[in-house]
């Protein structure tokens, strides 16, 4: 028997190389693939996969929020993140919000299959550098040491935080993450508060910097949340 997979990524060359790398293995499938979190949550629901394949980064949508609502409405499907980002940024998160497994893109062909079927088999997948972090944080944890960075936002604050260091202004973040502008100003102070920021200007200087040190763009420079 086949174990179905399903793919979910904004980018439709790499759920085609995906796809094509699944469906070379005697024991898998793609039954089906999507670009956006609508149109994933309604084809797993008719596709029943045993597994999902989710790109954290779903072009102004997060990957994350599409892990959590697939985690609670199918506690049995299992989940691998797929991200760009370094594990250390995002990997825990992923993993909080249901995944069974986090790899990065630039590993090879043969990691993204180990990783498949180490999850199928009931395992969690992740890197032996990432396994060595969570261990070292896990003591950290009981020994009473505090979280520092953007490890103390909520994955909600976090995408706010991600989405100011592209220059783009409340409004529009509350647009494009379907929230009020209130909402987001909620956001903004929480995420002073957590980070200890003196004011916005500060936030935002602070969330260009986390976006070059990410690695993404950093949107116009000159706007201001």
């Not at 995944?99 to 090879?108: F, L, N, R, S, T």
């Not at 505090?146 to 989405?163: A, K, Q, Y």
């Not at 209130?182 to 903004?188: L, R, V």
């Amino acid at each position: 028997m086949k174990h179905k997979v399903f793919i979910v990524d904004d980018h439709p060359i790499v759920r085609q190389g995906l796809a094509q790398l699944i469906n070379q293995e005697n024991d898998l499938r793609v039954c089906g693939d999507a670009s956006d979190i609508p149109s994933a949550l309604q084809t797993v629901k008719e596709c029943g996969p045993d597994l999902a394949v989710i790109d954290i980064s779903l072009g102004q949508s997060s990957g994350l929020s599409l892990i959590e609502e697939l985690s609670r409405q199918y506690p049995d499907l299992s989940i691998l993140a797929l991200s760009m980002h370094d594990e250390a940024l995002y990997a825990e998160r992923c993993l909080r919000a249901g995944a069974k497994g986090y790899i990065m893109k630039k590993e090879p062909p043969e990691k993204v299959i180990l990783a498949i079927k180490n999850i199928l088999d009931g395992e969690i997948y992740v890197s032996d550098n990432l396994g060595s972090r969570l261990l070292h944080k896990l003591v950290a944890k009981k020994s009473g040491t505090t979280s520092s960075g953007v490890d103390v936002l909520s994955n909600r604050e976090l995408e706010v935080f991600h989405l100011i260091g592209q220059g783009i202004k409340t409004a529009k973040i509350a647009e494009q993450l379907n929230l009020s502008v209130k909402t987001i100003e909620t956001y903004i102070d929480h995420i002073k508060k957590k980070m200890h920021f003196k004011d916005s200007r500060d936030l935002f200087l602070h969330a260009v910097q986390w976006r070059i040190n990410e690695g993404g763009p950093t949107g116009p420079l000159g706007q201001q949340p």
